[in-house]
C-alpha cells in the first residue's frame, strides 16, 4: 500500500471560484472534449495553473468569436501535449466559468430584487425602466487548471501515478513558468539558478472539482501535527501557530530535499550557507524552506505589507497569504484578485512566480 499522503496537500483545487466579470457574458462557454467532469474518478492530479485577462468584446467581434485568452491556449496546448507524448488522461478545468455563473445568478438575482422594488414603489408598468441596472465587480481573470485523471479511486491509486509523473521530462519550454531554484555550488555556498520550472515536479494529488465534494478528511491525527508543529516550531511566520483563521491561499511553493544531519557530523554545506537548523533530534536544514521565510519576509514589508505565513513540510515550504474564515470568504475572493495580478522582482533576479491564481487552503490545526 503507498504511503497516504499528507493531508495538507489536498488544496482543494477549484472549490473557490475568482471574482466576478465585469463584461456580462450571457452565454456561457461552450463545452470542450477536454473538459473533466465526474467520470474521470474522484481524484486526480494537478500539474499546473494558466492564468491571464479574458479576450475583449471587441477581439471577440473582430475573430467572430474565435479569439481566445492565453490561458485557455496554453492550457489547451499542454494538455494536447500531455495527451499526445505523454500518452497521459489529461483534461483542463475551467474555474473561471465557474465564478461567470455564479455572477451571472447574483446579477439575475439583484435584477428581480430591483424590479420588486420599482413595483412596491407603486411604479405604474410604464415607469418601471425595462433594464434594472445592478452594481457588476471586477473583471474575472481566464482560470484554467491542468489535471490529469485516470478514474483514480482513491488518494492512493493517484499518489502511485504521481511519483511516476513527477519524474517525468519537462513538456515544452513556452508552456513552462521560471522561477529560482537554490542549488550547492562547487564553493560549497548555496546559490539560487534561475531555470525553467518542471511542472511535473510540483504536481499534486487534488479532489476531481467536479465530482461531488467528499467528506471531510481534513482532520489529522494526533502524530502527523505533531510532526507539522515540531518542524515549524523554529518559524516566526508559522501558519500553524500564527494564522488565527480556517482559510488562507497558497502563493508560492518551494520544493527541496531536506537534509538531516546527526550532532556530530561535520557541518553541511547548507549549513555553511547559513540556512537554518530545527532544536530537537538533528539538525534540520532546507534550502527551500529558507527561501519560503525569505519571500514571507518579502510580502511583508512595508511597501506590500500582505499578511504572509509559512508552513515547512517534510520535501517542501509553502508561503501563503490571508486569514479567512471560510473558502467563501468575500475577503479571500478579493484577495485573490489582487494577487492574481501581483509580479514582484527580488533583488536583480527575474520576475518571481506565484501560483496563479492562488489556492485556497485549510489551514492545519
Known sequence: MTRRIPFVLLFLVGLVAGRANAQETNQP???????????????????????????????????????????????????????????LPAYFFDRSEEARNQERERLAAQRKQRWELYKNMGL?????????????????????????????????????????????????????DKGGRLVPSKDNKATTEWTPLNPFETAFVVPNPTSPKAKDNHDAGEEEMAILRELNSNESYSLIHKCPGKWTLVVKVYRGTTIIVSRESEKSVLERAGLRSSRSGGDIMSACGKMAHQFADVLRNKQLSFDAYVLHLKNMSLVTVGS????????????????????????????????????PFQVPK
Open 29 to 87: 462557454r461552450q463545452p470542450h472534449p477536454y473538459d473533466i467532469t465526474p467520470a474521470a474518478g474522484p481524484w486526480a492530479i494537478l500539474i499546473k495553473s494558466y492564468s491571464s485577462p479574458p479576450v475583449s468584446k471587441e477581439e471577440l467581434a473582430r475573430t467572430g468569436g474565435q479569439a481566445r485568452s492565453q490561458a485557455y491556449t496554453l492550457a489547451y496546448e499542454l494538455v494536447s501535449e500531455l495527451r499526445r507524448d505523454y500518452k
Open 124 to 176: 405604474k408598468p410604464e415607469d418601471i425602466p425595462e433594464v434594472a441596472h445592478v452594481k457588476k465587480l471586477q473583471t474575472i481573470d481566464d482560470q484554467y487548471a491542468v489535471i490529469v485523471a485516470a478514474n483514480y479511486p482513491d488518494m492512493d491509486t493517484a499518489r502511485r501515478d504521481l511519483e511516476h509523473i513527477r519524474k517525468l521530462k519537462a513538456p515544452s519550454e513556452k508552456l513552462l
Open 324 to 359: 479567512f474564515s471560510s473558502e467563501r470568504d468575500p475577503r479571500l475572493i478579493e484577495m485573490m484578485n489582487t494577487l492574481s495580478k501581483l509580479h514582484l522582482q527580488v533583488g536583480t533576479g527575474p520576475t518571481e512566480t506565484l501560483v496563479n491564481p492562488p489556492q
